[in-house]
């Protein structure tokens, strides 16, 4: 129903930055809470932020608090995540995903939609 793309995945040094975008096509995603998930290998798939539909709050993992902005442009219809100080284990696939409803959660089990997800990987 609701289609994800994530993009601006790559390869950055340590202390570098990304910023990653999710366009969502097929429906608005207005209101919408939308999230970010990571993945690495051998690992369980981490919470990494949750921004609820209109931007006014927002919820971050612990291992990204303060590194990391999740914001949104519901006039494009897109999501992005800012990723400052990167470390070697961020490295990881990071996936967008909604609930399709307007309140987000920590949990992965309650969104809905996902994207195809972008390679992070952070070097030393």
């Known amino acids: 129903q609701v289609q994800l793309v994530e993009s601006g995945g790559g390869l950055v040094q340590a202390g570098g930055s990304l910023r990653l975008s999710c366009a969502a096509s097929g429906r608005t995603i207005s209101y919408y809470a939308m999230g970010w998930f990571r993945q690495a290998p051998g690992k369980e798939r981490e919470f990494v932020a949750t921004i609820n539909w209109s931007g006014g709050y927002t919820t971050y993992g612990d291992s990204v608090k303060g590194r990391f902005t999740i914001s949104r442009d519901n006039r494009k219809n897109t999501v992005y995540l800012q990723m400052d100080s990167l470390k070697p284990e961020d490295t990881a696939v990071y996936y967008c995903?909604?609930?399709?409803?307007?309140?987000?959660?920590?949990?992965?089990?309650?969104?809905?939609?996902w994207g195809q997800g972008t390679q992070v990987t952070v070097s030393s």
């Open positions: 995903a909604t609930t399709g409803r307007t309140s987000g959660s920590q949990y992965y089990r309650e969104y809905n939609y």
